[in-house]
């Protein structure tokens, strides 16, 4: 097993409306930096929706709309994505 000193904090559940598999099974992945999430999202296929949950807040801070817009969720606290550094996803 191998472990790592700095934990990806940011999950991934996404799925097809039609085929949701609930919970733990639309998990698709965790990551350091929610760019990275949103990479992954855009490198998928036929995701019809998706939330990017930040672990140290227990909150989905992005979500996906029918619309094709991202927002927050609910009431997570509002975010400000850092600007990446140059080459970063």
């Given at each position: 097993m191998s472990f790592r000193s700095v934990p990806d904090v940011f999950l991934l559940f996404g799925g097809q409306d039609f085929y949701p598999n609930g919970g733990w099974g639309d998990f698709l992945g965790s990551f350091p930096t929610p760019y990275e999430a949103l990479a992954e999202i855009g490198s998928r296929d036929g995701l019809d929706w998706w939330h990017v949950v930040d672990t140290t807040?227990?909150?989905?801070?992005?979500t996906s709309h029918p619309d094709g817009r991202i927002g927050v969720w609910n009431d997570a606290p509002r975010i400000a994505l850092p600007t990446p550094k140059e080459g970063s996803p």
């Open positions: 807040t227990d909150s989905a801070i992005l």
